[in-house]
């Protein structure tokens, strides 16, 4: 950093700090955004897109594309052949023999994992195609839970690395053991994180092309950073880092984090383009976005804190298991790490073991989700404090007092280096204005009335500015040590002064609606005495072209503090340039001048001012007249990383970010103990994010966040079955909360500005994805008066939280099925038919009979004894899908038992029946009873979820009401409990 | 009876902004890709395409639609809003526009155009709302940045502000 | 095994789109094309299952520019026409006296940009077992108004609907009218549900008829269908046990976000609080 850099400080009463309306706006409420869709490509640009897999782990035996590039409009299909001869596995942060291509070559792990590519002359022509391509596959086992991940014996996604634990270390700083046996109490949680994501409206959009003369490729698309994923892209596709071009286009359409995910499509989509010798450009549509972009990382969590018979915290002791998917994508196993110096939270606890695993699972991998790393720390780590005040009976603001952190800067003990807060003001602020002592009023009314209400907090350190080198903690001090050093945290910014003055500005943020083109303007107008309007800013970022480096992009919260401070700086140097030219002409002290609406002057002689055109001017027309040696043309790119961010010691000590806000978040709420629903009846969030540039658009970042936390909290989640089927495909599936759900929190701030930035501002974007849902939870646990929660706490969950016992069901009514778990699609029944067993058992497994019974089936081909092909159109209404399907019979022990399979696959995905049959005489005819479990998996299942159990038993009771009616039985007698019912009361149905 | 044959381009117009347009297509292209890749009107975006996130949201006949449910053959003859058409009458912001950057009502912008289509056709069938009708009106899209807050004070204040310019 | 897999599709099959301009034309294409035609009126369910091609009908035949299907008409009962929205009907000024059921189920439905698109009787011959729609009809103990080359015959709602997605309509028939009975004198009638958020689809939702005579209440979003039981006044712990016994009698689904439990609690709470207000 130059001296000079940190000399200038702009006067209180410019631009920065004031809530401009923003410049982004004109263009977006015109609908004259120019986002990445909007982008015209190309004459000739073709379309794709993608095949993904139905399974959740298979052998990939063929992949059959004749039949699709055979149809009229279609040009290529890119496979995985393809991809093993031109690019290379993803490199990824740990060692590991993993590999991981842009297309599944041998193995499919997930739902949703591509494993081609159609390249057409329309998206409408590509999906066409997909449904000619023909895949043989293997099904094999599959892991979808952390705990099946890692039993022994399991199946194992990777077989190089001969185990689903990817990724393992221990850390030990201070005395843990010490403090633990010291202390009076040891209190404890175990808690889950689940997976959701952010989902952004605007989906991914890549367009690349291939440039045969050179072998480079040419990308445009929404990816948004980290850009040190540029060189994983790059190092994939085999090209110099020059060859690969990455251009972002002006508007985002949200990105929170999740479009680092598509960096592996933007390799699939360059070599598409380079097989198909055309431009090629990929949408993805929202389908594909839920279902295989991105997540958060779900995690599980040991947590146990010492801790004395005060109050005081003395150690804490993590043990953190991470589920990343089917693939350790990067940044992984970074979800763990971004915390890790920070693990502490607000805290002065100086003793800490932990214990991080990264785990592989038949799911979609996992990456950058807002909050990244947050929120699994702090729903552990808050909820735990809830549950310490409640054992030691303790009012928790003064537990909070008692531990906070109290002095800054403050060294925590894994390395994180607070750098500003008064975190008991903060908390003091939320209580007084927030009406913590009247929430406790209302609780008291309410309970006493026998309402469940509860009041739950959160505190949270929120990092921003991401140290490059936190990632590398995953490995031993030995291996860093081979690896080569990695710190800092890079960010750029360049100003500029045409040759009629006026000033622009390019910045590596890749912006997401965020408003940075305001808030540069307000920086860079304010630091040369100029209006923001006259300040043009550009971050539309050519990797070839414009200033950028591994750091770059729009992530942890950086913006205010570091590519702000970036743009501050550079804006500092051209003033400087200016004001030395001007002092020359003025025959006045550089230091004496002022830059004030677009003139500059003399302290105090605004009569003997020049326009700051005229000056700058100077620099492109006349460079003779510069001093010698002054760089001729007016143009400063600033190169910024904060000081304090060091690669891992050899301690594992580490500072993960530059700099440190603060979050304190009061919530209460009232459940409906007939419906399970959680009402917020008052969220109080107070926050201290250093320097506000823009407090409206601070505000925006809160409102913002906490939306998404309390989606986190109360509706979203990515479901998974047992059966590795992915649940939560649409928008009906996954939920985001609405207007109607989201109500308006109350926002406090404080302002401790970070000496360690250029402005002091830090990030405020991601504290209450980080809050909110520890807060909620603490407020439902309260209220619930249970100590575990799970989130999202959806009704369902609530309503069994509560745990009241359901009336029996009258005489005479049986519950109609068994209890089984959500997801599982069983179905149970029984069929009185007018024929003997024998000659129920005989049409059941002659495959005439079979192929009549089975819904939809056009005949059954024999392939081994009691085996069979058929095609069978299966469905519900007008859902309707041909499945290729083998059917078997087995465990035949005739005229009483036999098992019928039935698998298949079709453009919906694939599904599995298995399941029982006994037959019983009864009187002339005989009793079926039937006990079946069915699987679906693919695109059905995952669009089709809340439809599923109705159709499968549909399906299922379908089969036998038709054997009844095959031999000529009367209407079968199915037990349809409510036709007694409705029968008894008169009712009609 | 017309028909429109699977597999070959038709002729499609309608009066889109007030000005007659025209565009080929098959009879399964979607309003939403038919305005965005036929008519280069791309300020109506694309989110889900099965209905649910509102995006793509535009008047027919100055109803609401969503773009991505209905095809473009079914527009043929109509009258078809988007944002692009909005405006104060000599080219600036009108008055939701402005009240949505007054009040911060967006940030990516990606759900904005929908918003605003939805805010003209609701502020016209229920010229006094109250924050209760506005918050349903609006659980028909879906907005991952703001919170929805600014959004709800901006059609509250301008509803307020066009009921007493009609009034005066 | 082998098979096709298809994409994770957003952009409809291809098909024949026929603008029909009389109610004549349209059931002669579906004389002719059957099953393999689809009625798109609103397209508000029909549109979603082609963009991700779970349906794939050969032929769409479009009715909203048939004359006369655009009516409302209240003689006996409310007679509304095959392409009439659902806004329109919630529009209508009479409204909240002819069906107050239907006036207080309406807003409901999805959302105010879905109404204006989705029509009343699309809705009703879509058979989602969540929609309020079909519940109205079936509490209402309306009538179905079916069309075809060979003529009309009405069905009642129990008989109409016969399962998930699953109506008695035949495939060369088109869903024309519907018939929502008026309400009667001394008939109070409410509706309840519970959804995850505004505007999805019913965890449960429940349209009750009460008169001096008896409660008729109907439960939608937990059987296959919309299911109807009638009941003499009932009240007190009675009415628990009826509520009771109708929950358990329910085939109830279970899906990942409520589970059979959780609909047989609703049946039983919303029930209970329902038929309190209406029997006050």
Same mark, same amino acid.
């Not at chain 1, 807002?370 to 005040?389: C, D, H, K, N, S």
């Not at chain 1, 700099?659 to 603060?662: D, K, M, R, S, T």
């Not at chain 3, 026409?81 to 209508?92: D, F, P, S």
């Given at each position: 950093m130059q001296a000079s850099d940190t000399d200038f400080r702009p006067p209180p009463a410019g631009h920065i700090g004031q809530p401009l309306e923003r410049v982004e706006d004109a263009a977006l409420l015109r609908g004259a955004g120019r986002y990445a869709d909007d982008v015209a490509c190309r004459e000739g640009t073709l379309h794709c897109a993608f095949l993904r897999s139905p399974h959740p782990h298979a052998r990939l035996l063929e992949v059959d594309a004749r039949e699709a590039l055979a149809l009229p409009g279609v040009h290529a299909v890119l496979t995985g052949e393809d991809v093993l001869r031109w690019s290379s596995p993803f490199v990824v942060g740990v060692k590991q023999p993993m590999e991981h291509w842009c297309l599944a070559v041998d193995r499919v792990r997930y739902v949703g994992e591509p494993l081609a590519l159609v390249v057409a002359d329309s998206r409408y022509v590509a999906e066409d195609a997909l449904e000619l391509i023909r895949v043989r596959y293997e099904t094999l086992p599959h892991v979808v839970s952390i705990g099946?991940?890692?039993?022994?014996?399991?199946?194992?996604?990777?077989?190089?690395?001969?185990?689903?634990?990817?990724?393992?270390?221990?850390?030990?700083?201070?005395?843990?053991?010490?403090?633990?046996?010291?202390?009076?109490?040891?209190?404890?949680?175990?808690?889950?994180?689940?997976?959701?994501?952010?989902?952004?409206?605007?989906?991914?959009?890549?367009?690349?092309?291939y440039a045969e003369q050179d072998g480079s490729y040419d990308v445009l698309s929404n990816f948004m950073g980290p850009f040190s994923l540029h060189a994983v892209m790059a190092l994939a596709l085999g090209v110099p880092g020059t060859r690969l071009r990455h251009r972002s286009p002006r508007d985002s359409g949200g990105s929170f984090g999740v479009k680092q995910s598509l960096f592996p499509y933007i390799v699939a989509v360059c070599l598409a383009a380079r097989k198909a010798r055309a431009p090629v450009k990929w949408t993805e549509d929202r389908l594909e976005h839920l279902a295989a972009a991105t997540s958060a990382t779900a995690r599980q969590t040991r947590l146990e804190a010492a801790v004395a018979a005060d109050g005081r915290i003395t150690a804490l002791d993590y043990d953190q298991i991470d589920e990343c998917g089917a693939y350790l994508r990067a940044p992984e196993p970074a979800t763990l790490y971004r915390m890790h110096g920070a693990l502490t939270?607000?805290?002065?606890?100086? *003793?800490?073991?932990?214990? *991080?695993?990264?785990?592989?699972?038949?799911?979609?991998?996992?990456?950058?989700?807002?909050?990244?790393?947050?929120?699994?720390?702090?729903?552990?780590?808050?909820?735990?404090?809830?549950?310490?005040?409640?054992e030691l009976g303790m009012d928790l603001p003064e537990l909070y007092r008692r531990n906070f952190v109290r002095t800054f800067p403050y060294r925590a003990a894994a390395g994180a280096l607070y750098d500003s807060g008064d975190y008991a003001a903060a908390m003091s602020l939320a209580c007084a204005q927030g009406g913590w002592e009247e929430l406790r009023t209302r609780r008291q009314k309410a309970r006493a009335e026998g309402r469940l209400y509860g009041i739950g907090c959160a505190a949270v350190v929120e990092p921003s500015i991401s140290n490059m080198g936190y990632v590398s903690t995953a490995l031993t001090a030995a291996e860093r040590a081979r690896a080569g050093p990695k710190s800092g945290a890079i960010a750029t910014a360049t100003v500029g002064v045409d040759p009629l003055g006026a000033v622009s500005v390019i910045a590596a943020s890749t912006p997401a609606g965020q408003g940075h083109a305001t808030v540069l303007a307000q920086i860079v107008a304010e630091t040369l005495g100029l209006a923001p309007d006259d300040i043009t800013v550009n971050l539309e970022l050519d990797t070839q072209k414009d200033a950028w480096t591994v750091a770059s992009g729009n992530y942890s919260s950086r913006f205010a503090g570091a590519v702000a401070g970036a743009a501050f700086l550079a804006a500092g140097r051209i003033r400087a340039r200016i004001a030395g030219c001007a002092a020359r002409e003025l025959g006045a002290p550089q230091a004496e001048l002022v830059f004030a609406n677009g003139r500059i002057f003399p302290r105090g002689e605004p009569q003997r001012a020049l326009s700051f055109r005229r000056v700058a001017g100077v620099f492109h027309w006349s460079p003779a007249q510069l001093r010698a040696g002054e760089t001729p043309a007016l143009r400063e790119t600033a190169f910024w990383s904060p000081e304090s961010l060091a690669a891992p010691d050899d301690g594992d000590r580490i500072n993960p970010s530059a700099?440190?806000?603060?979050v304190f978040d009061l919530c209460a709420v009232e459940v409906d103990r007939d419906t399970g629903r959680v009402r917020i009846d008052r969220y109080v969030s107070a926050h201290d994010a250093g320097r506000l540039l823009n407090p409206m658009l601070a505000e925006g970042q809160i409102r913002g966040g906490f939306a998404q936390g309390l989606g986190a909290a109360l509706y979203e989640e990515f479901a998974y079955s047992t059966d590795g089927a992915f649940l939560a495909g649409t928008l009906v599936d996954y939920l985001v909360p609405t207007a109607c759900e989201t109500p308006d929190p109350v926002i406090l701030h404080?302002?401790?500005?970070?000496?360690?930035?250029?402005?002091?501002?830090?990030?405020?974007?991601?504290?209450?994805?980080?809050?909110?849902?520890?807060?909620?939870? *603490?407020?439902?646990?309260?209220?619930?008066?249970?100590?575990?929660?799970?989130?999202?706490?959806?009704?369902?969950?609530?309503?069994?939280?509560?745990?009241?016992?359901?009336?029996?069901?009258?005489?005479?009514?049986?519950?109609?099925?068994?209890?089984?778990?959500?997801?599982?699609?069983?179905a149970e029944g029984s069929v009185t038919i007018a024929a003997s067993p024998e000659a129920v058992f005989a049409a059941l497994t002659d495959p005439q009979s079979l192929a009549r019974i089975i819904p939809g089936c056009s005949g059954l081909q024999g392939i081994a004894p009691d085996r069979y092909r058929a095609e069978v159109v299966l469905g519900v209404g007008p859902v309707k899908a041909r499945y290729t399907a083998e059917i078997a019979l087995s465990a035949l022990q005739p005229p009483h038992v036999l098992c019928l399979e039935g698998r298949g696959e079709s453009m919906l995905g694939a599904a599995h029946g298995k399941g029982t049959v006994r037959l019983e005489a009864a009187g002339a005819g005989t009793r079926l009873s039937y006990d079946y479990r069915t699987e679906v998996t693919g695109k059905i299942a995952a669009v089709g979820s809340r439809m599923l159990e109705g159709a499968a038993r549909g399906v299922i009771a379908g089969i036998f009401d038709r054997l009844a009616v095959l031999l000529q039985a009367p209407a079968p007698e199915r037990a349809p409990w409510w036709r007694r019912w409705t029968g008894r009361t008169g009712g009609g149905a | 009876m017309k028909r429109y044959v699977a597999g070959e381009k038709h002729a499609v117009a309608f009066t889109l902004n007030g000005r007659e347009r025209q565009g080929w297509c098959e009879p399964r292209m979607l309003l939403s890709d038919f305005l965005r890749q036929q008519l280069g009107a791309t300020g109506t975006h694309v989110g889900c395409e099965h209905g649910v996130c509102g995006a793509c949201t535009v008047l027919i006949n100055?109803?609401?639609?969503?773009?991505?449910?209905?095809?473009?053959?079914?527009?043929?003859?109509?009258r078809v809003d988007t944002v692009e058409g909005l405006h104060d009458g000599a080219g600036g912001l009108n008055d939701l526009q402005q009240a949505f950057r007054r009040h911060h009502a967006l940030q990516c912008g990606f759900c904005t155009s929908g918003i605003l289509m939805s805010c003209e056709a609701f502020l016209r069938h229920t010229p006094c709302p109250d924050e209760k009708q506005v918050r349903e009106m609006l659980s028909g899209h879906l907005c991952r940045c703001t919170g929805y807050a600014g959004i709800v004070k901006a059609i509250l204040e301008v509803a307020a502000s066009r009921r007493e310019a009609s009034h005066a | 095994m082998d098979g096709a897999d298809g994409g994770w599709c957003v952009k409809p099959p291809v098909f024949d789109y026929l603008r029909v301009d009389t109610v004549d034309e349209a059931v002669e294409l579906l004389a002719k094309y059957g099953e393999d035609a689809r009625v798109l009126a609103g397209g508000q369910s029909l549109l979603p299952m082609l963009n991700m091609r779970l349906a794939?009908?050969?032929?769409?035949?479009?009715?909203?520019?048939?004359?006369?299907?655009?009516?409302?008409?209240?003689?006996?009962?409310?007679?509304?026409?095959?392409?009439?929205?659902?806004?329109?009907?919630?529009?209508?000024?009479?409204?909240?006296?002819?069906?107050?059921?239907?006036?207080?189920?309406?807003?409901?439905?999805?959302?105010?940009?879905?109404?204006?698109?989705?029509?009343?009787?699309?809705?009703?011959?879509?058979?989602?077992?969540?929609?309020?729609?079909?519940?109205?009809?079936?509490?209402? *103990?309306?009538?179905?108004?079916?069309?075809?080359?060979?003529?009309?015959?009405?069905?009642?709602?129990?008989?109409?609907?016969?399962?998930?997605?699953?109506?008695?309509?035949?495939?060369?028939?088109?869903?024309?009218?519907?018939?929502?009975p008026l309400a009667g004198q001394g008939e109070r009638q409410g509706f309840s549900e519970f959804s995850l958020r505004h505007g999805d689809f019913a965890v449960v939702a429940l349209a009750a008829s009460v008169t001096p005579a008896r409660i008729r209440l109907a439960v939608g979003g937990v059987d296959d269908r919309p299911r109807v039981v009638e009941w003499p006044r009932l009240s007190g712990s009675a009415l628990d046990d009826g509520l009771n016994e109708l929950a358990w009698s329910l085939d109830a689904r279970n899906d990942p976000h409520a589970s059979a439990r959780q609909r047989r609690q609703l049946v039983r709470r919303l029930g209970r609080e329902l038929i309190g207000v209406l029997c006050a």
């Open positions: 099946d991940a890692i039993a022994a014996g399991a199946p194992v996604l990777h077989g190089k690395v001969g185990s689903n634990i990817v990724a393992e270390r221990s850390f030990r700083y201070g005395e843990p053991e010490a403090a633990f046996a010291a202390a009076a109490h040891r209190i404890g949680i175990d808690i889950s994180y689940p997976r959701n994501s952010c989902t952004p409206v605007e989906c991914g959009v890549v367009v690349a092309e939270g607000a805290y002065a606890i100086a *003793n800490l073991a932990v214990r *991080n695993r990264s785990v592989l699972t038949n799911k979609t991998p996992t990456g950058l989700v807002r909050g990244f790393g947050g929120p699994q720390v702090y729903f552990a780590l808050e909820r735990l404090m809830q549950r310490i005040a409640a700099a440190y806000g603060f404080m302002e401790s500005p970070s000496p360690l930035t250029p402005l002091g501002a830090k990030g405020i974007g991601e504290g209450n994805n980080m809050s909110t849902p520890a807060a909620i939870a *603490n407020a439902v646990a309260d209220a619930l008066g249970v100590r575990d929660v799970t989130l999202p706490l959806t009704p369902q969950r609530v309503l069994e939280l509560l745990g009241e016992a359901e009336p029996p069901p009258p005489a005479g009514l049986r519950q109609p099925h068994p209890a089984a778990g959500t997801n599982v699609l069983a | 100055d109803e609401p639609a969503r773009a991505c449910l209905t095809l473009a053959v079914q527009a043929e003859g109509a | 794939q009908p050969r032929v769409l035949i479009d009715i909203t520019r048939c004359a006369g299907l655009d009516r409302i008409s209240a003689g006996g009962a409310l007679e509304v026409g095959a392409a009439v929205t659902q806004a329109a009907l919630e529009r209508r000024g009479t409204l909240q006296a002819e069906s107050p059921l239907l006036a207080r189920a309406l807003p409901h439905i999805s959302h105010f940009q879905v109404r204006s698109r989705g029509t009343v009787c699309g809705s009703i011959a879509h058979a989602e077992p969540s929609a309020e729609l079909p519940l109205v009809l079936a509490a209402l *103990n309306g009538s179905v108004s079916l069309r075809s080359r060979k003529g009309r015959r009405e069905l009642g709602a129990g008989a109409f609907f016969t399962g998930m997605l699953a109506t008695a309509r035949r495939a060369d028939e088109l869903v024309e009218a519907v018939r929502f």
